[in-house]
């Protein structure tokens, strides 16, 4: 049975700091960068940061490292190795913008597949992908599935093995074990160019630090949403970071952070009443 998208659904399983955390301890995200459609991946890098990833890397070719490394905030790393890697990642993402190579379909990290990376998928992926198509991409890539929308994304979740994020109107987030959601917390506001990347780096974010994937899919697209809300008229994609502190604020009461002898705790979402 279809549920409506709502914090009740994922609350409990938002990531939160203590204070004992450092930045490895709430994950390291990748992103495989494109190698010409810089905004998507820069979109991508900053709204993975600002949903909590304790860091960010961006790989991308060298022709265009040089870019990025000048456009990117500080606290987000650009490397031109395409092939580097590390022990701490948590996630990756690949496709916003274009491929600079291409995606590792039987990844044991979590991994969200974007873009240009659905272009071409193998019959079944390993467990923990996020597949983020719109209704356009989700055609090339599951041609043969022309039922209803709700029928086609549990179709293409329960045959590939992945969550499958149907972008829209009203997104559908769909797993393999046959949950699925529909979010209808969103604005029109979003038809705008980059959307779509913020909304994966968002997922690649929550996925670095541990949150499971249908449960991060499903809370990346209601906060896509809940930012798309605050803005209103006149936002473009480059509006929505920015916006994000302020949707996870408020999902937590004030009454969240507590001093003590021994400094600042985040207590669980789940604790909180």
Known sequence: MMQLNSPSLWR????VKSEKSHKYSHGHALIYAAPELTGASRLAAESCARVGAGLVTLLAPGSVVASYRASLPAHIIARDDLDWDDARVSAKLYGSGGLCRQ????SQLPVVLDADALAVLPEKLS??????????????AFPDLTA????????????????????????????PDGRIVINRHA????ATAGSGDVLAGMITGLLAQGMPCFEAATAAVWMHGDCALRFG??????????????????????TSDVLHDG?????PWADIS
């Open 12 to 15: 409990a399983a938002l990531p």
């Open 187 to 190: 604005a029109a506001h979003l």
């Open 148 to 175: 209803g929308r709700e029928a086609r994304a549990l179709a293409a979740a329960q045959r590939s093995g992945a969550v499958v994020v149907l972008k829209g109107a009203q997104t559908l987030i769909a797993a």
């Open 263 to 267: 400094g600042l705790e985040t207590k």
């Open 103 to 106: 995606p590792d379909f039987q």
């Open 127 to 140: 467990p923990n992908y996020v597949l983020t198509p719109h209704e356009g991409e989700f055609a090339r």
């Open 233 to 254: 008229t006149g936002l473009v994609a480059s509006d929505l970071p920015g916006l994000i502190p302020q949707v996870l604020q408020a999902l937590a009461p004030p």
